[in-house]
């Protein structure tokens, strides 16, 4: 089983929708977790942690649930500028050498 | 601006031979850098942990002597792809921590270095 999995996609969405993607983690004792952003052939960039009471960055929310081991990321009022590839990250341990999913495509058409 | 750079963005080699990968932290010091490696639409898959004035930690899998890791100062690791062959063909991606008072101790990523070995 893989550390960190992820939904591909890709998720074509009209601008304004609300789409939402989960990702499943194996360690049950991993310490943090991050939504980053990656563009075609270009470096992840961090989007935003995730925090155990979930957290919100103006359209984009995350929630993470231990129990089930998954954390999830909603982007509302999609914009054009939102077509990614999303990666879902997880510190094991306190190191940050992150484990990474293969991303989840979005892409937002006009 | 960028807080990592690596350099160069964009390489093509023949293959067997070497070639060389820089990853700088500008305006922090870095005592541990990641180096990542992504195929095409999979995960950043990290190959070793560069740890400045000691022996790289790779992981499992990650053979040491093809993949030569350098921390020689607090600001700068290479990474040296030896022999290079197709399959080595790759985004190589830098990573450090800006651990400096006042900051987030956020992972920031290089730029990414794309070989192909032909």
């Known amino acids: 089983r893989k550390e960190v999995e992820q939904d591909p996609g890709p998720f074509n969405v009209p601008e304004g929708a609300t789409v939402a993607f989960n990702c499943t983690y194996s360690n049950s004792a991993s310490q943090s977790f991050f939504w980053y952003r990656q563009d075609c052939r270009k470096e992840p960039k961090l989007l935003m942690s995730?925090?155990?009471s979930g957290n919100e960055d103006g359209r984009f929310t995350a929630q993470l649930n231990r129990a089930s081991q998954y954390i999830s990321l909603l982007i509302r009022d999609s914009k054009l500028s939102d077509s990614a590839t999303y990666l879902c990250?997880?510190?094991?341990?306190?190191?940050?050498?992150?484990?990474f999913g293969a991303g989840t495509t979005v892409t937002v058409r006009a | 601006g960028a807080v990592v750079s690596q350099h160069p963005s964009r390489v093509i080699c023949k293959s067997g031979t070497s070639v060389k990968i820089e990853c700088r932290s500008l305006d922090f010091q870095a005592t541990t850098m990641f180096w990542y490696r992504q195929f095409p639409k999979q995960s950043l898959m990290l190959m070793a942990t560069?740890?400045?004035?000691?022996?790289?930690?790779?992981e499992q899998g990650v053979e040491k002597d093809k993949f030569l890791i350098n921390h020689a100062s607090l600001t700068l690791s290479t990474l040296t792809v030896t022999s290079a062959h197709p399959e080595d063909s790759s985004f190589y991606i830098c990573s450090a921590r800006d651990l400096r008072q006042g900051r987030t101790g956020e992972l920031f990523f290089g730029e990414g270095s794309r070989l192909t070995v032909l």
């Open positions: 990250a997880v510190n094991p341990s306190n190191d940050y050498k992150l484990s």
């Open positions: 995730v925090y155990s």
């Open positions: 560069s740890n400045e004035g000691s022996k790289a930690t790779y």
